[in-house]
């Protein structure tokens, strides 16, 4: 049902003009906000019907939209576990290292702990090199 209205949000949001009380500054900061959460709940809807692929894309958007680390957070944490399940754990680690760099979200913590686990999987039950890892992905948002 949420997904729902997120479609018909973005449909909605796609149509509307800035009213004329709102700075364009504030009327896009606005609508920038109201996709994020509509791209979240259509990215949570693909991740619980299992379509991987589709939710990696509308977390990336609600990445685009978005300045705020929780969201960011949570969409890095949702990429990584929807990478992880189709076995691809170098893009997986990636996210996890983006999400566990979101201080203060929800989600760093498990990103963190699920990205040590994936690193140590791939380097001999080792956490070698993990800083170096991070320092590349750091380049995230």
């Known amino acids: 049902q949420a997904a729902r209205y997120a479609r018909k949000t973005l449909d909605f949001l796609s149509k509307m003009e800035r009213t004329p009380n709102a700075s364009e500054a504030e009327w896009n900061s606005w609508v920038s906000k109201q996709r994020a959460i509509s791209y979240l709940l259509l990215g949570r809807n693909a991740y ?83 800083a170096e890892f991070k320092a590349r992905v750091n380049g995230c948002s």
Request: aromatic share 10%; with cysteine.
């Open 48 to 130: 619980e019907g299992q379509e991987w692929a589709r939710s990696v894309v509308n977390y990336q958007r609600v990445i685009r939209n978005s300045r705020d680390r929780n969201l960011r957070g949570e969409s890095h944490y949702y990429i990584g576990m929807s990478n992880w399940k189709e076995s691809r754990l170098q893009p997986a680690m990636a996210a996890f290292a983006c999400g566990a760099a979101q201080r203060g979200s929800p989600h760093a913590g498990a990103c963190d702990g699920y990205l040590i686990r994936l690193y140590k999987s791939t380097h001999n039950d080792s956490t070698a090199g993990l």
